[in-house]
């Protein structure tokens, strides 16, 4: 699970990616609003942690703008704020979670690991990730977007690692079936993704996780 935390306190941002990555998420920090467009420009994440009081562009400000910009991902905010009005705009804004500070740090874990963890498991390949919960594809870090067939296909063989998944199964998942049409599918998958496809003759395809 990929986070982005924003805290513009370094020895509390510290502390806190020291203790998420030790229960095992992949953690980036920024100290200013305006570091948080420079990183999610290139990058998805799972999960934001946003301060509201940081300097340049302020937390409100930062969720603001990712959910004008299609950015859905889920938010919590911690704030030293805790009058009302605060925290019904952060709700307004699209904030799924408030903490308010000082906060016990277990609290945080705690609150991440039952509302917000995928409930699916990555497939690892080389430097592809694959959740087949949530049929999300990323590779170093960055998600790939693929048409719907080429995604089928690739679900079909991926979650099938080291077995050979049948020329007719995947023939079934294009508009128009036929073996040239499967081939020229999954070249254009093994180019957009850097895989390798095994073709087992007069049987299929495999993907091997060597």
Not at 76 to 98: K, P, Q, V
Not at 150 to 156: A, G, I
Request: include cysteine; hydrophobic fraction near 40%.
């Amino acid at each position: 699970m990929k986070i982005l935390l924003l805290e513009d306190d370094k020895i509390l941002c510290d502390s806190l990616k020291e203790l998420l990555e030790y229960e095992g998420y992949d953690v980036d920090k920024a100290h200013r609003g305006t570091e948080v467009f420079d990183l999610t420009f290139p990058t998805v994440y799972d999960l934001y942690i946003l301060d509201i009081n940081v300097p340049d562009t302020d937390g409100f400000d930062v969720l603001s703008a990712l959910r004008e910009a299609g950015d859905d991902t889920p938010a919590i905010y911690i704030t030293a704020l805790t009058d009302i009005n605060s925290i019904s705009r952060g709700f307004e804004i699209g904030a799924e979670d408030y903490i308010k500070k000082p906060f016990d740090p277990e609290e945080l874990i705690i609150r991440i690991k039952n509302k917000y963890e995928r409930t699916g498991q990555w497939i690892v390949l080389g430097d592809i990730r694959y959740d087949p919960v949530s049929r999300v594809i990323e590779k170093e870090g960055k998600t790939v977007i693929l048409g719907e067939v080429q995604h089928n296909l690739f679900h079909s063989l991926i979650t099938e690692q080291n077995k050979i998944v049948s020329s007719y199964t995947l023939m079934d998942m294009l508009e128009q079936p036929s073996a040239n049409a499967l081939r020229v599918n999954l070249a254009k998958l093994k180019n957009k993704l850097g895989i390798e496809i095994r073709n087992i003759r007069g049987q299929g395809y495999m993907i091997e996780n060597v």
